[in-house]
């Protein structure tokens, strides 16, 4: 039987939320024009967003993005 690891306060490490595995590739969100993609909540300014971060699964290929809970 697969065991399923309890859930992390860490969002990032919490398994595949759609098949449960825990094996990652880790890397940058890339945009339109070659840059950083950015989460700006709405009404923001332009420049005061956060830059999102992706993991993609390596059983499923889910991709999830994470913005930097600390900045």
């Known amino acids: 039987m ?4 309890p859930r992390s306060s860490n969002p990032r490490e919490n398994p595949c939320h ?3 595995y ?3 590739s880790w890397g940058d969100s890339v945009g339109g024009q070659r840059g950083p993609v950015y989460f ?3 009404g923001g300014w332009p ?3 956060q830059q ?3 993991r993609k699964c390596a ?3 889910n991709v999830q993005f994470f ?3 600390n900045n």
């Open 18 to 20: 759609i098949c449960g």
């Open 52 to 54: 999102l971060y992706t």
């Open 67 to 69: 913005a930097d809970v």
């Open 59 to 61: 059983k499923c290929g």
């Open 47 to 49: 420049g005061s967003g």
């Open 40 to 42: 700006r909540p709405e």
């Open 2 to 5: 697969n065991e399923r690891r």
């Open 22 to 24: 825990q094996e990652f």
